[in-house]
């Protein structure tokens, strides 16, 4: 697995409220703050002592069941989305999945279906999901 820092990272949560996710990622930044808010989307802005960031969760994707988080810059602790998934899998006590790989412009798009990671009860399991 390649150790290269990704640029943004995003993950999927599954089955938990904005306040859960709110307070988990509370939990792991130095500052958290609401920038905007709507009954579908929070913008933040995270304080780490990487560096700032603008964040956006977004409810209901992928169905009524997923929340996504999305760190626009990667100013954080974590190195990949994996990482990322496995500590919010862990704090938040749920399913999270996230992106095989970061997305980049040279991505080969013609690829049928995208792997992903599925984090759960401490495992880890690529599988291919529409996200």
Not at 28 to 36: C, K, M, P, V
Not at 87 to 115: F, L, V
């Amino acid at each position: 697995m390649p150790d290269t820092r990704h640029p943004d990272l995003e993950i999927y949560i599954k089955n938990r409220s904005v306040e859960q996710v709110l307070d988990w990622i509370s939990s792991q930044a130095e500052r958290t703050e609401t920038i905007n808010s709507s009954p579908s989307s929070i913008q933040l802005t995270l304080t780490f002592p990487q560096g700032q960031l603008e964040a956006v969760l977004q409810q209901k994707v992928s169905g009524k069941a997923w929340s996504s988080l999305w760190l626009k810059t990667n100013n954080t602790p974590w190195i990949t989305d994996l990482d990322c998934a496995k500590d919010a899998a862990k704090g938040m006590d749920t399913q999270i999945r996230c992106i095989k790989e970061s997305w980049s412009e040279d991505s080969d798009a013609s690829i049928e279906e995208e792997q992903w990671w599925r984090i759960e009860n401490g495992e880890c399991e690529l599988i291919n999901w529409q996200g």
